[in-house]
Protein backbone atom coordinates (compact mmCIF):
# COMPACT_ATOMS: atom_id res chain seq x y z
CA UNK A 1 0.00 0.00 0.00
CA UNK A 2 1.45 3.47 -0.72
CA UNK A 3 1.64 6.15 1.40
CA UNK A 4 -1.13 8.11 -0.17
CA UNK A 5 -3.45 5.34 0.32
CA UNK A 6 -2.55 4.52 3.48
CA UNK A 7 -3.53 8.26 4.75
CA UNK A 8 -6.93 9.30 6.06
CA UNK A 9 -8.59 11.40 3.90
CA UNK A 10 -9.39 14.51 5.39
CA UNK A 11 -13.10 13.81 5.70
CA UNK A 12 -13.06 11.02 7.95
CA UNK A 13 -10.01 12.74 9.99
CA UNK A 14 -12.67 14.87 10.86
CA UNK A 15 -15.76 12.72 11.30
CA UNK A 16 -13.43 10.87 13.53
CA UNK A 17 -12.51 13.86 15.24
CA UNK A 18 -16.10 14.77 15.81
CA UNK A 19 -16.78 11.67 16.92
CA UNK A 20 -13.80 12.12 19.86
CA UNK A 21 -15.13 15.16 20.50
CA UNK A 22 -18.57 14.11 21.22
CA UNK A 23 -17.34 11.07 23.21
CA UNK A 24 -15.68 13.36 25.40
CA UNK A 25 -18.83 15.42 26.01
CA UNK A 26 -20.96 12.98 26.84
CA UNK A 27 -17.91 11.60 29.70
CA UNK A 28 -17.25 15.58 30.91
CA UNK A 29 -19.99 17.77 29.34
CA UNK A 30 -20.52 20.08 32.12
CA UNK A 31 -17.55 22.33 30.27
CA UNK A 32 -18.79 25.38 28.40
CA UNK A 33 -18.93 24.37 24.80
CA UNK A 34 -16.62 26.86 23.35
CA UNK A 35 -14.03 26.27 25.89
CA UNK A 36 -14.52 22.51 25.36
CA UNK A 37 -13.55 22.77 21.56
CA UNK A 38 -10.89 25.45 22.03
CA UNK A 39 -9.36 22.79 24.43
CA UNK A 40 -9.79 19.83 22.30
CA UNK A 41 -8.82 21.26 18.90
CA UNK A 42 -5.27 22.21 20.77
CA UNK A 43 -4.55 18.64 21.37
CA UNK A 44 -4.99 18.03 17.65
CA UNK A 45 -2.13 17.41 14.90
CA UNK A 46 -3.97 20.08 12.52
CA UNK A 47 -4.77 23.71 13.34
CA UNK A 48 -8.60 24.52 14.34
CA UNK A 49 -9.52 25.14 10.63
CA UNK A 50 -8.31 21.95 9.35
CA UNK A 51 -11.01 21.03 11.45
CA UNK A 52 -14.32 23.18 9.88
CA UNK A 53 -15.80 19.83 8.97
CA UNK A 54 -15.64 18.04 12.37
CA UNK A 55 -16.94 21.49 14.09
CA UNK A 56 -20.04 21.29 11.54
CA UNK A 57 -20.82 18.14 12.49
CA UNK A 58 -20.42 18.82 16.47
CA UNK A 59 -22.95 21.87 16.32
CA UNK A 60 -25.26 20.41 14.23
CA UNK A 61 -25.24 17.04 16.49
CA UNK A 62 -25.13 18.66 19.68
CA UNK A 63 -28.34 21.03 18.35
CA UNK A 64 -30.23 18.21 17.35
CA UNK A 65 -29.60 15.96 19.92
CA UNK A 66 -33.22 15.02 21.03
CA UNK A 67 -34.05 14.65 17.51
CA UNK A 68 -31.25 12.09 16.91
CA UNK A 69 -31.37 10.36 19.82
CA UNK A 70 -34.70 9.81 19.21
CA UNK A 71 -34.41 8.34 16.06
CA UNK A 72 -31.59 5.71 17.40
CA UNK A 73 -34.02 5.08 20.41
CA UNK A 74 -36.85 3.96 17.71
CA UNK A 75 -34.36 1.99 15.58
CA UNK A 76 -32.86 -0.87 18.27
CA UNK A 77 -34.94 -3.41 18.93
CA UNK A 78 -34.69 -4.60 23.07
CA UNK A 79 -32.00 -2.44 23.25
CA UNK A 80 -31.74 0.54 25.78
CA UNK A 81 -29.98 3.90 25.22
CA UNK A 82 -27.83 3.81 28.34
CA UNK A 83 -26.96 0.11 26.82
CA UNK A 84 -25.57 1.19 24.16
CA UNK A 85 -21.87 1.67 24.17
CA UNK A 86 -20.04 5.06 24.29
CA UNK A 87 -18.24 4.93 21.75
CA UNK A 88 -20.54 3.49 19.51
CA UNK A 89 -23.35 6.09 20.60
CA UNK A 90 -21.07 8.55 19.35
CA UNK A 91 -20.49 7.01 16.09
CA UNK A 92 -24.20 6.80 15.75
CA UNK A 93 -24.82 10.03 16.67
CA UNK A 94 -22.38 11.99 13.95
CA UNK A 95 -23.82 9.48 10.73
CA UNK A 96 -27.97 9.67 12.25
CA UNK A 97 -26.90 13.40 12.08
CA UNK A 98 -26.00 13.71 8.48
CA UNK A 99 -28.74 11.39 7.58
CA UNK A 100 -31.17 13.19 8.94
CA UNK A 101 -30.11 17.18 8.72
CA UNK A 102 -27.02 16.88 5.43
CA UNK A 103 -28.37 15.85 1.96
CA UNK A 104 -25.23 17.12 0.60
CA UNK A 105 -23.97 13.78 1.91
CA UNK A 106 -25.60 10.49 0.10
CA UNK A 107 -27.03 8.29 2.88
CA UNK A 108 -24.60 5.20 1.81
CA UNK A 109 -21.48 7.34 2.83
CA UNK A 110 -22.68 8.19 6.23
CA UNK A 111 -23.58 4.34 6.68
CA UNK A 112 -20.03 3.64 4.96
CA UNK A 113 -18.23 6.11 7.52
CA UNK A 114 -19.68 5.36 10.36
CA UNK A 115 -18.87 1.44 9.81
CA UNK A 116 -14.87 2.14 8.88
CA UNK A 117 -14.91 4.36 12.05
CA UNK A 118 -17.03 1.81 14.21
CA UNK A 119 -14.33 -0.96 13.20
CA UNK A 120 -11.24 1.28 14.15
CA UNK A 121 -13.04 2.49 17.70
CA UNK A 122 -15.16 0.43 18.68
CA UNK A 123 -15.93 -3.61 19.33
CA UNK A 124 -15.71 -6.49 17.07
CA UNK A 125 -19.34 -6.89 17.01
CA UNK A 126 -20.10 -2.52 16.60
CA UNK A 127 -20.43 -2.50 13.33
CA UNK A 128 -22.95 -5.10 12.79
CA UNK A 129 -24.98 -3.10 15.30
CA UNK A 130 -23.73 0.29 13.58
CA UNK A 131 -24.96 -0.55 10.65
CA UNK A 132 -28.46 -2.12 11.46
CA UNK A 133 -29.17 0.96 13.26
CA UNK A 134 -28.09 3.28 10.03
CA UNK A 135 -30.15 0.79 7.79
CA UNK A 136 -33.36 1.06 9.78
CA UNK A 137 -32.93 5.10 9.54
CA UNK A 138 -31.79 5.54 6.10
CA UNK A 139 -35.40 3.29 5.46
CA UNK A 140 -37.04 6.07 6.90
CA UNK A 141 -35.42 8.69 4.58
CA UNK A 142 -37.44 10.26 1.41
CA UNK A 143 -34.20 10.50 -0.57
CA UNK A 144 -31.90 8.31 -2.60
CA UNK A 145 -29.53 6.48 -0.42
CA UNK A 146 -26.81 6.57 -2.55
CA UNK A 147 -26.94 10.46 -4.17
CA UNK A 148 -25.81 13.82 -3.08
CA UNK A 149 -28.85 16.61 -2.93
CA UNK A 150 -27.90 19.70 -3.09
Known amino acids: MSQDQNKISGRRENRIAAMQFLYMRQANGDEP ?49 DRIAKVELAILRLAVFELLHRPDIPPVVSINEAIDIAKTFAGAESRRFVNGILDNIKGGLSRPPRTAQK
Open 33 to 81: LEDALSVFFETREKPRQYYAFAEELISGCLNNLPEIDAAIASSTRNWSM
